[in-house]
């Protein structure tokens, strides 16, 4: 019995032997089970070696294989072919990112705008070991947990008009994950990461599309994360101006 | 490396319905703003005198303007009601654990409205 097969077409770039990418078409084995990332890693191994693209885990977790799948951006491990067979599936970069060969995107600009935004706990004074650790209390850690999910995988960017438009833009993700730690009771940071949140590339880019909330994988809703943080430093300034005597 | 970089089509806004819909409230505003002139100019007749204020009524009561005010009037409700809609996203009220659920929070907002726009329905009615 012969197999059965799909079509998918992948857009390829070779920047040494062409000038911008073409779409070359592949016929790969078709398994009911196989999700988008089996059927290229298939082609890869005994199609065409050459195929470029970036993957870990294959379990929605690494976030490393966000491509565009049928102008989707999607994480390829969580796309299942049968959502899309018998037709044709078409597989391309993630969108708003610079391709740097075939599906591989260049990601310098995410890493240096994540970075900007300090993801991580800031403290003025670390507390001596002696003391013990950071305690939270559940409803402490209920505050940011959502926006913890994050994983990095940048398909809000590739969904968001903003990015597309404005290269400057922080972004989707790096505002949900300094609002995680804005919202970290443990954190201290708030006011040195509103240096670079209240900024024009920062959450005043943000016209509220909402489209990066509906593609994330992980629900960290990223939309609200940036106008739950425009809510916060508006009525920040608002007490500043009113209550100069409070200080900030 | 040389990266290959995709341009972004004028025509973005067509690709997806949320895009649409975003640019169609975005739009909204313009309706809002005209509206706002005419209201505007409604009251600087009115300190003009009796006279030129309902020559500017007999003039908003023309079908062109008649129509402009439904659309006007369709693109507030669609801002108000996607808007709305947005606030549960931003406006996060927690007891203890748990965040208080969206439908509160969107209930909250529609309550004074309904109840404001009543008010000024009576006493134009009055």
């Given at each position: 019995m012969s197999k059965e097969t799909i079509t998918l077409e992948v857009l390829r770039y070779r920047p040494e032997q062409e000038q911008e990418p073409t779409f070359q078409l592949y016929e790969s084995e078709y398994r009911e089970d196989w999700v988008v990332l089996d059927a290229i890693n298939h082609i890869k191994d005994h199609i065409d070696g050459t195929l470029s693209y970036r993957w870990s885990c294959r379990m929605g977790v690494c976030g490393s294989c966000g491509m565009m799948i049928n102008g989707e951006p999607k994480l390829s491990c969580a796309a299942f072919l049968r959502d899309?067979?018998?037709?044709?599936?078409?597989?391309?970069?993630?969108?708003?990112?610079?391709?740097?060969?075939?599906?591989?995107?260049v990601m310098d600009d995410f890493m240096e705008k994540l970075t900007s935004v300090k993801p991580w706990i800031l403290r003025e004074q670390e507390m001596p070991i002696s003391e013990g650790e950071y305690r939270q209390t559940p409803a402490e850690l209920a505050r940011y947990k959502q926006f913890s999910m994050c994983m990095n995988c940048m398909l809000c960017y590739s969904a968001c008009p903003v990015s597309a438009l404005e290269p400057d833009f922080i972004g989707p993700a790096a505002i949900a994950l300094?609002?995680?730690?804005?919202?970290?009771?443990?954190?201290?940071?708030?006011?040195?990461?509103?240096q670079v949140l209240s900024t024009e590339e920062g959450i005043w880019a943000c016209t509220y599309v909402g489209t990066c909330t509906i593609v994330c994988p992980v629900n960290v809703d990223p939309a609200g994360a940036i106008q739950q943080e425009k809510m916060s430093i508006t009525t920040e300034w608002f007490k500043g101006v009113l209550m100069p005597w409070k200080g900030r | 490396m040389r990266p290959f970089v995709r341009p972004v089509p004028s025509t973005w806004w067509l690709k997806r319905r949320v895009y649409f819909l975003f640019i169609l409230r975005e739009l909204t505003s313009v309706f809002i703003a005209v509206y706002l002139i005419l209201f505007l100019n409604l009251l600087y007749q009115l300190?003009?005198?009796?006279?030129?204020?309902?020559?500017y009524l007999d003039f908003l009561a023309t079908p062109g303007m008649i129509v402009f005010h439904v659309v006007a009037?369709?693109?507030?409700?669609?801002?108000?009601?996607?808007?709305?809609?947005?606030?549960?996203?931003?406006?996060?009220?927690?007891?203890?654990?748990?965040?208080?659920?969206?439908?509160l929070i969107a209930g909250a907002n529609y309550v004074p409205w309904i109840a404001v726009s009543a008010i000024i329905f009576l006493i134009l009615k009055g």
């Amino acid at each position: 019995m012969s197999k059965e097969t799909i079509t998918l077409e992948v857009l390829r770039y070779r920047p040494e032997q062409e000038q911008e990418p073409t779409f070359q078409l592949y016929e790969s084995e078709y398994r009911e089970d196989w999700v988008v990332l089996d059927a290229i890693n298939h082609i890869k191994d005994h199609i065409d070696g050459t195929l470029s693209y970036r993957w870990s885990c294959r379990m929605g977790v690494c976030g490393s294989c966000g491509m565009m799948i049928n102008g989707e951006p999607k994480l390829s491990c969580a796309a299942f072919l049968r959502d899309y067979y018998p037709n044709p599936i078409r597989i391309e970069p993630l969108a708003n990112f610079p391709i740097e060969r075939d599906l591989v995107i260049v990601m310098d600009d995410f890493m240096e705008k994540l970075t900007s935004v300090k993801p991580w706990i800031l403290r003025e004074q670390e507390m001596p070991i002696s003391e013990g650790e950071y305690r939270q209390t559940p409803a402490e850690l209920a505050r940011y947990k959502q926006f913890s999910m994050c994983m990095n995988c940048m398909l809000c960017y590739s969904a968001c008009p903003v990015s597309a438009l404005e290269p400057d833009f922080i972004g989707p993700a790096a505002i949900a994950l300094a609002h995680r730690y804005n919202l970290d009771s443990r954190d201290q940071g708030r006011s040195w990461r509103e240096q670079v949140l209240s900024t024009e590339e920062g959450i005043w880019a943000c016209t509220y599309v909402g489209t990066c909330t509906i593609v994330c994988p992980v629900n960290v809703d990223p939309a609200g994360a940036i106008q739950q943080e425009k809510m916060s430093i508006t009525t920040e300034w608002f007490k500043g101006v009113l209550m100069p005597w409070k200080g900030r | 490396m040389r990266p290959f970089v995709r341009p972004v089509p004028s025509t973005w806004w067509l690709k997806r319905r949320v895009y649409f819909l975003f640019i169609l409230r975005e739009l909204t505003s313009v309706f809002i703003a005209v509206y706002l002139i005419l209201f505007l100019n409604l009251l600087y007749q009115l300190s003009l005198g009796r006279q030129a204020y309902e020559i500017y009524l007999d003039f908003l009561a023309t079908p062109g303007m008649i129509v402009f005010h439904v659309v006007a009037f369709v693109a507030a409700l669609y801002h108000t009601i996607t808007w709305f809609g947005l606030l549960p996203n931003i406006i996060v009220v927690r007891i203890g654990e748990n965040r208080v659920s969206s439908k509160l929070i969107a209930g909250a907002n529609y309550v004074p409205w309904i109840a404001v726009s009543a008010i000024i329905f009576l006493i134009l009615k009055g």
